[in-house]
């Protein structure tokens, strides 16, 4: 299967349009829909409904879409870790993360880093631990920074100083707002916003203890921003780390500790014995540098 041609059914899919994708690949129309009539062939299968205005994906188009945006996104990744020297480090380095406040210890390791290899580009991809995780075993993800409970079998890793602490996110006009720390009698009763991490949320059961099973779950969340929005709403209060929230305009919405308090670690890791791009390997060094070293 030649990757030049899943480029061209990709630009199809998006434009939905024989005429502008080839326009846009400079390629005739005709000679872009022999191609893609040769991939239909090859795969033995129908990529394509042609009827109306625009093109629409089969199911079997929809899945190859998926598969291609993966083995392109590996290629331009192979291609860009190749052109890194020691010399002139060039490229891009792929960080997955979720809304935390060790980001922001990312982001000093990320100024020190630049600051040596400033051509080097670093892309964000913002998810869950369980997303980054699967994206890190298939190669597309090289460093990623997660919230434990977590496994890192399989991974090296170095436990980032400082804890976030958990939570409750609330309306500014809210009566518990006006309290300094939020109790678990406080909670019950109330519509809760909950992690959607079962080990996260195992947690939660430990600090709970047996008021846990009287909880009123009205939501749950993998990513905090979108559950913030929730309680701007007025559909319930957020229980999470302080995370991304604590950035949100405070005449909106607060935050404030539970009490007794719970606090939760970060670990920064990456793929155990397998070899790097010299621009991955010195960011490994930065990670390690300004840890000390210390798992």
């Not at 899943?6 to 690949?25: D, G, H, I, N």
């Not at 869950?128 to 890192?152: N, Q």
């Not at 993998?222 to 913030?228: D, I, P, S």
Request: overall charge negative.
């Amino acid at each position: 299967m030649d990757l030049r041609v899943l480029r061209y059914f990709l630009t199809v899919a998006k434009e939905q349009s024989f005429t502008k994708a080839a326009e846009q690949l400079n390629l005739t129309q005709p000679t872009l829909s022999r191609q893609l009539a040769a991939l239909e062939e090859e795969l033995g299968a129908k990529l394509f409904d042609r009827g109306g205005r625009s093109i629409t994906l089969t199911g079997e188009g929809v899945l190859l879409k998926r598969r291609a945006l993966e083995i392109v996104e590996m290629e331009d990744k192979i291609l860009s870790e190749f052109k890194g020297s020691e010399e002139f480090m060039e490229g891009t380095i792929t960080i997955g993360c979720g809304e935390f406040m060790a980001v922001e210890t990312l982001a000093e390791i990320c100024r020190s880093y630049r600051e040596k290899y400033p051509r080097v580009q670093i892309a964000l991809h913002t998810g869950t631990a369980d997303a980054v995780s699967e994206l890190m075993g298939k190669g597309l993800i090289d460093i990623g920074l997660f919230l434990e409970p977590v496994s890192t079998e399989g991974m090296d890793y170095i436990r980032l100083q400082g804890s976030d602490h958990w939570v409750l996110t609330m309306r500014a006009d809210d009566p518990l707002a006006a309290k300094e720390y939020i109790t678990k009698e406080d909670l019950i009763g109330l519509p809760l916003i909950l992690p959607e991490r079962h080990t996260v949320q195992s947690e939660l059961a430990n600090w709970f203890g047996k008021d846990f099973s009287r909880l009123q779950v009205a939501f749950t969340s993998n990513l905090g921003t979108n559950a913030g929005v929730m309680v701007l709403h007025g559909l319930g209060y957020q229980v999470s780390i302080e995370g991304a929230e604590r950035y949100w305009e405070k005449d909106k919405l607060v935050q404030r500790r539970l009490t007794p308090e719970v606090e939760t670690s970060t670990v920064i890791a990456w793929r155990r014995n397998i070899p790097y791009s010299p621009m991955v390997s010195r960011f490994i060094e930065e990670i390690q540098a300004y840890s000390g070293g210390e798992r």
